[in-house]
């Protein structure tokens, strides 16, 4: 890192995002930007751009760097490009969903924004800071939060067809409790299913108050007392619908993986049980020797592809969560890079 650059806290507000765990990911991220085999031009790749807080802090502290950032949302894209111009060419955004990696790479590379030699060399460090952005939320209009009246929209990419509203003006009970109770984790599921559909045949949901209102009738006063807002676990089961959340961060865990150089550093910060314990599955095989069991030593080929950095998930400081309450919820794994182990099937291996 470097130590002469500092990011003040107050311009991130400026923008009205202060990013989690800041400076520790910019630790996490130097691993790879900083190994032996990183290339003379490190590329960094913000999964999950946002608002832009966490790729400003990497461009500030890695001034050999470049810096690509993901996003499916044309607001945070503008707002983002914006606020990184002064970068210059070492910031370039992409619209895309963060599992469009090879895609994006390769177009990128047509375009001449990157070098194409990343085919060759791969990527330092992959980041990815999950879930709905703080910038979201703030953006009333979106219906991604539960404490203002807004139309039940929730679609992070307005291209995409499906809407929070006509899940609940369409779904069947047996499909509305099944989102509720996998995404949401929501103990009255089928209570609030049966709900939905009974009010709906008096007139379609449209704004997310009348949602909100049903949960309070629907969820028992004594549960209402504890785990947070009642409406929280409904709305993020419908948000991750709405998006595909999970299926995307699936199936970018391995293509990220295989994108990354020995070295290079792969970084997921998580804020509900469902992605951490989607990210920790996939880290457990990527960590894990493939040499058959009783064999008295590892075979060649067979080791790990990658090492844990961090140790069990970790978690913003008490000092931090009082400075920034979205930090609260977080949890972070990271691992490097340390094997070839399959490098035959690297999508830039073709290339070399």
Do not use: C, W
């Given at each position: 890192m470097n130590q002469n650059t500092e990011i003040p806290n107050n311009?991130?507000?400026?923008?009205?995002?202060v990013p989690v765990m800041r400076d520790r990911m910019v630790e996490l991220v130097e691993t790879g930007v900083r190994s032996d085999s990183a290339p003379v031009t490190p590329i960094i790749i913000d999964g999950t751009l946002g608002a832009g807080g966490h790729a400003e802090?990497?461009?500030?502290?890695?001034?050999?760097?470049?810096?690509?950032?993901?996003?499916?949302?044309?607001?945070?894209?503008e707002e983002a490009s914006a606020r990184l111009a002064p970068f210059g060419d070492r910031f370039v955004p992409f619209r895309t969903r963060f599992d469009g990696i090879t895609e994006a790479i390769e177009d990128l590379i047509a375009l001449d924004r990157i070098p194409d030699d990343v085919k060759r060399t791969g990527v330092s460090a992959f980041f990815f800071d999950l879930g709905v952005s703080s910038m979201q939320l703030d953006q009333a209009e979106r219906g991604f939060a539960y404490r203002v009246d807004a139309p039940l929209d929730m679609r992070m990419d307005p291209r995409l067809p499906l809407t929070a509203a006509e899940i609940l003006n369409t779904y069947s009970h047996g499909d509305l409790a099944r989102i509720l109770k996998t995404?949401?984790?929501e103990r009255f599921a089928g209570k609030i299913a049966s709900a939905v559909v009974r009010e709906r045949e008096k007139e379609p949901f449209k704004t997310s108050a009348r949602l909100v209102e049903l949960l309070y009738s629907s969820i028992p006063a004594a549960a209402r007392r504890t785990g947070g807002h009642p409406a929280k676990r409904t709305f993020q089961a419908l948000r991750?619908?709405?998006?595909?959340?999970?299926?995307?961060?699936e199936n970018a865990l391995p293509i990220a993986a295989a994108w990354t150089?020995?070295?290079?550093?792969?970084?997921?910060?998580?804020?509900?049980?469902?992605?951490d314990k989607?990210?920790?599955?996939?880290?457990g095989g990527l960590t894990s020797s493939q040499t058959?069991?009783?064999?008295?030593?590892?075979?060649?080929?067979?080791?790990?592809?990658?090492?844990?950095?961090?140790?069990?998930?970790?978690?913003?400081?008490?000092?931090?969560?009082?400075?920034?309450?979205r930090a609260a919820p977080v949890r972070v794994r990271a691992a490097r890079r340390v094997s070839?182990?399959?490098?035959?099937?690297?999508?830039?291996?073709n290339h070399n």
């Open positions: 311009k991130a507000q400026e923008h009205g995002h802090a990497f461009l500030s502290s890695f001034e050999d760097a470049i810096v690509i950032g993901f996003d499916r949302d044309p607001n945070a894209l995404y949401g984790e991750i619908e709405v998006n595909a959340e999970l299926e995307a961060l150089h020995i070295g290079g550093v792969n970084v997921y910060m998580s804020y509900q049980s469902l992605e989607i990210v920790k599955s996939a880290f058959p069991p009783g064999l008295p030593m590892e075979l060649p080929g067979t080791e790990p592809e990658f090492a844990m950095i961090t140790r069990r998930a970790e978690k913003a400081t008490e000092l931090e969560i009082a400075e920034n309450s070839d182990r399959g490098k035959q099937g690297f999508p830039y291996a």
